[in-house]
């Protein structure tokens, strides 16, 4: 599938921000924990979603997903291994490691996929859980891991959203205290950690990077609403402004955005929250866009996957911006995207570059290297003159709900073809 849009057309009007893709697929994998019924709301309807719920059905679990609203029975899953046919679609089937270990003890999957970002190994996932008795015996074919565990302190090797999520997971169903050091805090986390709370674990140092979960062996199944995607709201927020037009985000929350906000308002970017509509708004139309520099970082720091878009508002600012991605390698693949368009853009090296604006962008036929590469050609395609066409839009369908619909919705131009 593709996108076509024609460019110059400024948005207008209401927006409603979906659940975080990225929060959901830890919540269900949360599921496994108990045996009972979980109840996901605000879910929102992307493919790996999907393909999640398709791994615990073929773990035995029984599921539903519907208006928003996920329904996952655990009464019969059991522990088996997954193939290659389900987590190669996936790469966020790696947290159904610390559930499934926790509970039935063994854990074994293919090496999960899904990704075309640089390489992000399992590494910090298995000595995290060899850190609480896992036995690694995994091969080059599958991740396998088992053993019967035990509360520990668990120091990560990185800041791994991912690993994070999979060791409070595990240690919730773990009599005893278990220690997470070096934990990940972003929004998404904070999710799991208050939805084992909500089960009956104890857990101090929500969103903090020292997490303490006192377990219990019986968890209660939780109900649960999934937090608002921010990385979805900061794309609104910049298709705003790259079009100059005025755009009102509803359920979105702007503490999970705090310094892209601040980055945003240095650019010269117009935005107001009013906390009694929970509505955050933005006007491009009275905005005036300077140059800045960006480096991205974990969790409270610049998103790194806010870079991307971001970097299509720096080509509309006046002056010399920098950006520097520091977290992962092989995200620079849009800016030469972007040159084709007319960008003046000027790669550093395979973390750095310098965006060089305002310069004027021509429609022209682009490709989506990944999910929020993709969503950056978006943004280039509304503010461009002419005609646009990104290709591979399955990236962006991954990670953003009904995005050509949305954004249909405040006036864009844009339909999705047939290739």
């Known amino acids: ?104 003890g063994v854990a074994e999957m293919s090496y999960p996929g899904g990704c075309v970002l640089g390489k992000r190994p399992v590494g910090a996932h298995i000595s995290a859980l060899e850190q609480l ?19 520990a302190h668990v120091v990560l090797s990185e800041f791994s959203v991912t690993a994070t999520e999979n060791v409070v997971l595990a240690a919730a169903l773990l009599p005893g205290e278990t220690t997470v050091s070096i934990a990940a805090a972003e929004p998404h986390v904070q999710a799991v950690e208050r939805m084992v709370q909500h089960m009956g674990a104890e857990v101090d140092g929500v969103g903090t990077h020292t997490v303490k979960i006192r377990g219990k062996k019986d968890l209660a199944c939780a109900t649960e609403t999934v937090v608002p995607d921010y990385l979805e709201a900061g794309v609104f927020v910049l298709a705003a402004l790259v079009t100059g037009g005025k755009v009102r985000l509803h359920g979105t929350d702007p503490e999970h955005l705090l310094l892209f906000l ?21 006007d491009g139309e009275l905005s005036s866009l300077v140059s800045t520099k960006v480096q991205t970082n974990i969790y409270p720091g610049f998103p790194t996957d806010l870079l991307p878009p971001l970097g299509v508002l720096m080509t509309q600012a006046k002056g010399v911006s920098r950006i520097f991605e520091c977290l992962f390698e092989g995200r620079m693949a849009y800016l030469y995207e972007l040159e084709k368009m007319g ?50 839009v399955h990236y962006i369908e991954r990670g953003y709900d009904k995005l050509d619909e949305k954004l249909r919705g405040l006036g864009a131009q844009i339909e999705r073809i047939e290739k």
């Open 133 to 151: 008795g896992a036995k690694n015996m995994s091969t080059e074919e599958v991740v396998h891991l088992q053993g019967s565990l035990k509360p």
């Open 1 to 104: 599938m593709n996108y076509r849009i024609r460019g110059g057309v400024p948005l207008r009007g209401d927006v409603t921000i979906s659940g975080s893709k990225n929060a959901a697929l830890p919540l269900i994998a949360g599921s496994i924990l108990c045996a009972g019924e979980t109840v996901l709301h605000n879910v929102p309807h992307l493919r790996d979603i999907r393909t999640l719920l398709d791994i615990l059905e073929f773990l035995g679990a029984e599921t539903s997903f519907q208006e928003g609203t996920v329904r996952i029975r655990t009464h019969k899953l059991t522990s088996k291994p997954i193939p290659s046919e389900y987590v190669s679609k996936l790469r966020g089937s790696i947290v159904l490691l610390g559930p499934l270990l926790a509970r039935f």
């Open 262 to 282: 601040d980055v945003v308002a240095r650019m010269g970017g117009i935005w107001k929250y009013d906390a009694a509509e929970n509505v955050l708004f933005v």
């Open 343 to 392: 960008a003046h853009i000027e790669v550093l090296n395979a973390h750095q570059a310098l965006i060089i604006g305002p310069t004027p962008l021509r429609g022209r036929t682009v490709a989506s290297n990944d999910i929020r590469a993709g969503a950056a050609m978006v943004l280039a395609g509304l503010c461009a003159t002419g005609e646009s066409t990104i290709t591979d």
